[in-house]
């Protein structure tokens, strides 16, 4: 078994520093010419990770993105974060193998996982055991309606913390605490503070975080990778930022 992306997380964890991923949504794909351009403008900077998925994928185009993100930036892991099974690729380097335990979505917690468990079985990818906590932030997001599950108050530290107690004492071994994609507000600061000092594990947080500011506000309360996908799409600039901002940290702390 594999273990270069559960090493590279742990490190972030037990080092304090600081990483980025950049969330790409398969759907948001639509012509090759223009993603590749995307790709390249993207080539110099601190990039940690790529993740790949989203809601409502209904194609799996997800192969073919893969192909076009390794030929343009061979260097960065791409990790599998799917909505559903439909979103599986031999071709990535892992997989977020969620558990939606801020739900009681039985298909979300174990059902989408019995059914892609004998490919995974097959495949080389590396697979990340991940407790995923939706918070509430602000509106209903894609993920909140298409789970069909209520997610976690934003300013109810203690629910959080016995949440990702809960998943921990069943031995998953990271946690994304996710406001949902386009949150207007993302996860409190409050809330990750109290979840990263129960427990020790990588802590992932997403959803909603669309500028600097917020990005080192959820790096100083406690996230160890942050998730960004809207905020890319949207401004253009924000991975150099956050990309500038990481190797300004990296020099100091040397
Ligand atoms: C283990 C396997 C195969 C599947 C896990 C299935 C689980 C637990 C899914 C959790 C619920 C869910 C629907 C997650 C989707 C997370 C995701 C990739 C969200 C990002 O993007 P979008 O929500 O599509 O964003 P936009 O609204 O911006 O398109
Ligand atoms: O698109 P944004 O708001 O950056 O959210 C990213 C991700 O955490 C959503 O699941
Ligand atoms: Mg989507």
């Known amino acids: ?8 997380l742990k490190a972030l ?3 304090g520093q600081k990483g980025v991923a950049w969330l790409i949504d398969p759907d948001d794909v639509i012509s090759t010419e ?3 351009s995307q790709l390249s403008t993207v080539e110099h900077l ?6 790949l998925g989203g809601s409502l994928i209904q194609e799996n185009t997800v192969s073919m993105i893969i ?3 390794k030929e343009a930036l061979p260097e960065i892991p791409i990790i599998l974060f799917p909505g559903n099974v439909i979103q599986f690729s031999p ?9 939606l335990i801020s739900g009681r979505n039985p298909d979300l917690l174990i059902g989408q996982h019995v059914s892609i ?4 079985e097959k495949s080389n990818l590396e697979i990340l055991p991940t407790g995923y906590m939706l918070v509430d932030g602000g509106h209903t997001t894609s993920v909140h309606y298409i789970s069909q599950t209520i997610p976690l108050p934003n ?5 959080s913390v016995a949440t990702a107690l809960a998943g921990s004492y069943l031995g998953l071994q990271y946690f994304y605490l996710d406001a949902g994609s386009g949150a207007p507000n993302p996860v409190s600061p409050e809330i990750i503070k109290a979840v990263k000092s129960k427990v020790k594990a990588p802590l992932i947080v997403g959803g909603g975080l669309n500028s600097l500011e917020k990005i080192k506000m959820a790096y100083q309360a406690g996230a160890d990778l942050v998730v960004i996908g809207n905020g890319a799409e949207k401004s253009p600039t924000l991975l150099r930022e956050v990309s500038a901002f990481l190797n300004t940290i990296k020099i100091s702390a040397n």
């Open 117 to 120: 468990a004998p490919l995974l």
């Open 1 to 8: 078994m594999r273990n270069d992306l559960s090493n590279r």
């Open 91 to 99: 071709l990535a380097d892992g997989i977020l193998f969620l558990s």
């Open 34 to 36: 223009k993603f590749k």
């Open 13 to 15: 964890a037990l080092t």
């Open 155 to 159: 300013h109810h530290p203690e629910l």
């Open 46 to 51: 601190h990039l940690d990770f790529i993740f």
């Open 67 to 69: 192909k076009n993100i």
